[in-house]
């Protein structure tokens, strides 16, 4: 006898996940109202094929029989908000600050971001102490440009990144700030996407001229001098055989020295469950430093964590990471999802290979 007015629907490997909500039951908030989806009911996939199945049928019959309904509703969603994660803490007092005045800030504004956490893998050394949100800018009401350059320089981005970030800004439709930090220094990041989304979205199937996606802007909390103009050039659509050629072109020549033979085996992975699978291909640069790498947009494969445990193993022993390290961090995450695979050179000039990872 449950009557509801809003749902939602997520996905696992083991099954599905119906998610009911009442409008009544919404929470009033500057960007509108918030639905809690407090009745879930567990499906197994065959399950919820039928189901689906039978709710086309049905939904066809009402609207031949009493028209089109809720046009709205098949509209694309935008960036959605995923589950938060707590504030971390770091070695380093500011940038333990500065993460706290992001999190209030996402709280003051009633912003609900989407979440990615990330492996940072190189010789001898596993970072895991890191995260990436984005959000839209609709999200936080009037002025929003001002607002969230006042976060900006709350977490003392240098004066001469201000003047770049501000000049973009207008043009960006979704933000992103990420901390990350490793044996030598905690490094805040703000990100603007600048083009077609990416961020936490799935390929395009489209192919279409590279463009500039991204600016990425990065500090160190304890050292505003130490600094990175990142830029990212997007080549949308590619199939997975140009993106192997892409890699062993320009960042893997040698793949006997590399991981190459570990991502490539990753992405046929994810093309083959993809099915047709086309990838988001970036190309980063970064001013003043040696940084050559790419990241991978791999999230229409919705790989989770688990069926790419091999690889992960394989990735350890080409770092020389513990095995018994790398399963503690493992075992809290392996059901997320793959999203964005990210290698080549770092600004330090050492091979490296990240992983980033979604709800």
């Known amino acids: ?46 399950a919820a094929k039928r189901l689906a ?59 609900q971001p989407a979440f990615e956490r990330s492996w940072g893998f190189q010789a001898q050394a596993l970072h895991a102490d890191r995260f990436l949100l984005g959000f839209e800018k609709n999200q936080i009401g009037p002025n929003p440009d001002e607002k969230i350059v006042q976060a900006c320089m709350q977490m003392d981005m240098p004066e001469d990144f201000l003047e770049v970030f501000l000049k973009n800004l207008p043009s960006a439709k979704i933000v992103g700030f990420g901390f990350g930090e490793d044996e030598n220094a905690c490094i805040i990041k703000a990100y603007l996407e600048l083009g077609a989304p990416f961020y936490r979205a799935e390929s395009t199937d489209k192919k279409s001229e590279p463009y500039l996606s991204h600016l990425g802007l990065k500090w160190d909390a304890d050292d505003r001098s130490r600094k990175a103009l990142a830029r990212y050039t997007c080549s949308p659509g590619l199939t997975a055989i140009e993106v192997h050629k892409r890699l062993s072109d320009d960042f893997y020549e040698d793949p006997a020295a590399n991981p190459f033979e570990i991502v490539h085996g990753i992405l046929e992975l994810a093309a083959a469950k993809g099915g047709a699978q086309r990838f988001d291909f970036l190309d980063v640069s970064e001013e003043s430093n040696p940084r050559s790498s790419y990241d991978i947009n791999v999230y229409g494969a919705h790989l989770q964590l688990n069926e790419i445990h091999s690889f992960l193993l394989a990735i350890c022993r080409y770092y020389q990471i513990s095995e018994e390290e790398f399963n503690g961090r493992y075992q809290q995450a392996q059901n997320h999802v793959l999203g964005h695979i990210a290698g080549g050179r770092h600004r330090n000039g050492k091979d490296f290979l990240t992983l980033y990872f979604g709800e």
């Open 53 to 111: 199945i039978q709710l086309d049928t049905v939904v066809r019959q009402h609207e031949a029989k009493f028209g089109l309904q809720g046009l709205q509703a098949v509209q694309q969603p935008g960036l959605l908000a995923t589950p938060p994660i707590p504030a971390p803490v770091f070695r380093s007092v500011k940038g333990t600050d500065k993460v706290k005045l992001l999190f209030e800030f996402l709280k003051e504004h009633h912003i």
């Open 1 to 46: 006898s449950y009557s509801a007015d809003v749902a939602q629907v997520k996905a696992s490997r083991e099954g599905f996940m119906l998610l009911f909500g009442q409008r009544r039951s919404a929470v009033k908030s500057q960007n509108g109202h918030r639905v809690p989806l407090d009745t879930l009911i567990n499906m197994n996939p065959v």
